[in-house]
Each structure stands twice: as C-alpha cells, then as structure tokens.
C-alpha cells in the first residue's frame, strides 16, 4: 500500500470523525479515540488522522475565512465544506505535504464518500493553489477583536470578554497560546513505582523528557510512544494526566483525616464527590432547565458546594468539610 492510500485513508477516518462532531454533537476525543480503535492506521497515519481532526474543530473561524473567499459558504453542503476545511488546513498547516497531493486526495476522498461535487471541490482549490483571489481578514488595527476571532479561531464573544478583561495585548497572547500544541504529561504512580524507576525505564528507552522541578512526580514527554513501548502505561506505573490536575492535591495538601469536596460540572449533570478519609461518595445533581442556559448549567454545582462549605457540612451528610476544590 503506497503513502498517498495509507493518507487517504487518514483522511477518511478524520473526515467521519469531523462529521460525527458536526452533525451529532460528539466529543472531539472520545469519537477520534473510538475510530482509531477501530482502525488499523500505523502511527504516523494516526497522527494525521489527529492532526486533521484536531486542527480543523480548533481553527475552523480560520479555515471559514479562507474558504469564504473562493465559495460561498452558505450555499456549500455540510460535507463538502468540511472537506474543503480538512484541505485548507493541510494547504496552511501541514507544510509538508505536496500541494498535489492535497488536491488529489481530497477530490478522490469526495469521489469515494459519493458526492457530486468533487468537480467543485477541485475547482474551488486549484483556485486556491492559484492564488486568484484575496482572502481578507478584519483590519488588524480598526478591527482588532474581529481579527482575533477570525485569525485565532475564537469565538467572538470569548475574544470580547477577554478584551474586556485583560485589554488587546494580553488577549492575543491568550489566542496564541492556546493554538499551540499541549504538551503531554505523565504522572508517576508512586504506590507502583519510583520516580527514579521511572526515569531510568524512560532513559532505556532514549525519551526526549523534562521532569517538573517542583513536582517530581510530574513528567513532560515529547511522545507517548517510547511510555507505551516501555510497558509503563500498561503496569499501571504511571498515568497521562495534565500538569494542571496534578497541582491541585499539591496545593490542598490534604491529610489522611481530611474531608475534601470536589466540585464537578458535566453536560447533562452535575456531581459532587465527597472524600471522608478512604470513602467516596458520588451524589448526582440534576441540571437545571435547559431555559436558564449553559452557563446557569455549569454555575449550578460550584453554587451548591459554595453553600456546603459556607454550612461547613458535606451535603447529605453530617461531616464538616475541610476545603473546596
């Protein structure tokens, strides 16, 4: 199977991913992890494959832009539009893949998913490739929260408040950030292995590696394949967990007597789970009324934890708690 197959299949599996999210809501994760389950991409089509479902969901604004100006947008099926999306985010991303073979791939992916318009595709990027337009984004010094939203693919109203917030400077540093590759931790298991265990298996396997100076614990790797083939995953020695969840049990420094509430929001429902020395429990909340909106949604189980901890008692129990998390 040659390299322009194995992409096209990449690009495939991205493309029914891509259209998951769209059309049903789906998690971007969760739906790329199940289709890469499923699949038997080799890992350099994996990243591909994750590279275009990630990058199209996080810079679509971006993409919409370029893509207004060759097509109208309004006018364009959902299905051709987001393998026009999948293409422009190839075309000014992926730096390394042949234009050719960009335009090659989409138009034969159009042809295999039986759409009629791979005509149209074609021509809207040999367009593209020709450069016989001009894409134009707001004016950078008029417009400046209009061309954040546009440039950085942020929605708009997010740009305004941070504008508001934090003043036109910092907001572009916010955007910037946040479009750039997360980095991956792994925390080690303690109760399973060292840090010093796990730091010599990573050397065995000549991992590229930084470990935080202020948690030991706490590893960045530059890729999960040498922890995957090292079996540390797989034993349990330690977990991928971003850096940001690892912090907060550092902070509270909790002791084995604490009474800890934790605080977590969720689509469909809220929880609060309780930690009472070595027994959890999970209460369920319901959401409030799709009326009051998704932000009253996610504001109802802080509200009620606030509550239990102004009360200083646990709810649906008569123990106090000691922090709120």
């Known amino acids: 199977m040659g390299e322009d197959s194995m992409e096209q299949n990449a ?13 049903n ?42 893509i207004g100006a060759y097509c109208d947008l309004k006018r364009t099926d959902k299905k051709s539009l987001m393998l026009l999306r999948m293409a422009v985010y190839q ?4 730096e390394k893949i042949p234009d050719h073979a960009v335009l090659n791939e989409t138009v034969a992916l159009a042809k295999a998913e039986g759409l009629r318009t791979d005509k149209f595709i074609n021509g809207v990027l040999r367009n593209m490739l020709r450069k016989e337009k001009t894409v134009t984004w707001p004016d950078k ?23 508001k917030e934090y003043g036109f400077q910092a907001t572009e540093q916010l955007c910037s950030y946040f479009n750039q590759p997360a980095a991956t931790w792994i925390r080690v298991n303690t109760l399973k ?4 265990d796990v730091i010599r298996t990573l050397e065995a396997q000549n991992a590229e590696f930084f470990q935080h100076p202020q948690l030991p614990e706490a590893i960045r790797v530059a890729s999960l394949q040498p922890v995957k083939n090292s079996g540390l995953i797989a034993h349990g020695k330690v977990t991928v967990q971003d850096l940001s969840s690892m912090l907060p049990a550092v902070v509270l420094q909790p002791k084995n007597t604490a009474k800890i509430l934790v605080c977590r929001s969720w689509w469909k429902n809220h929880a609060l789970i309780c930690y009472n ?4 429990r999970d209460r369920r909340l319901r959401s ?11 504001c109802e189980a802080p509200r009620r934890a606030e509550r239990a ?9 008569a123990g106090i708690v000691s922090r709120c998390l």
């Open 11 to 23: 690009r495939a599996l991205a493309y029914h991913v891509l259209i998951d999210i769209q059309k």
């Open 25 to 66: 809501g789906a998690y971007a994760n969760l739906a790329l992890d199940k289709a890469l389950l499923r699949s038997e991409l080799n890992p350099n089509d994996r990243r591909l494959a994750t590279d275009l479902v990630y990058g199209c969901t996080k810079m679509q604004l971006h993409l919409d832009q370029i």
């Open 91 to 94: 075309l000014t991303f992926l």
């Open 141 to 163: 010094r008029k417009q400046r929260s209009q061309y954040y939203a546009k440039w950085y693919s942020f929605p708009q109203w997010l740009i305004d408040i941070w504008v």
């Open 193 to 196: 292995a060292s840090v010093a």
């Open 277 to 280: 020395g070595e027994q959890w």
């Open 288 to 298: 409030a009324s799709a009326s009051r909106g998704a932000h009253r949604r996610e």
């Open 309 to 317: 901890l102004s009360e200083r008692r646990r709810p649906g129990s």
